[in-house]
């Protein structure tokens, strides 16, 4: 006869291990491919002032303008720019990261 309470910890781990495997598999296929399609042209305009803010250490574009929009997600992908990551992958790891959808 088992103890009471080997039971119930034998299926809260089969509980967590099939939780912990549905998370994996969501993040998974949420990531995967992120930096194979093209740039739509917001993304263009943040990942070009990211390469110009390491450049000159702001956002601006040789025009004479700056780039203000989407300065902390700005700021957040210019290490892994920085630290020579796809910019597709790093940009849109970022915005990932971050969704709230």
Known sequence: MEPPG??????LLTVYAVLGFVVFAGVYFRIEGLEK???AVDEFY????VQNTLKYG?????????YERGILVQNM????FAAGVSEEFSFRFITVLFSHE
Do not use: D, H
């Not at 943040?46 to 002032?49: E, F, L």
């Open 6 to 11: 080997v039971r119930t910890s034998s299926r």
């Open 46 to 49: 943040i990942t070009t002032a």
């Open 37 to 39: 399609p093209p740039f």
């Open 77 to 80: 992908a210019a290490p892994f």
């Open 58 to 66: 702001l956002p601006r574009f040789p025009c004479g303008g700056y």
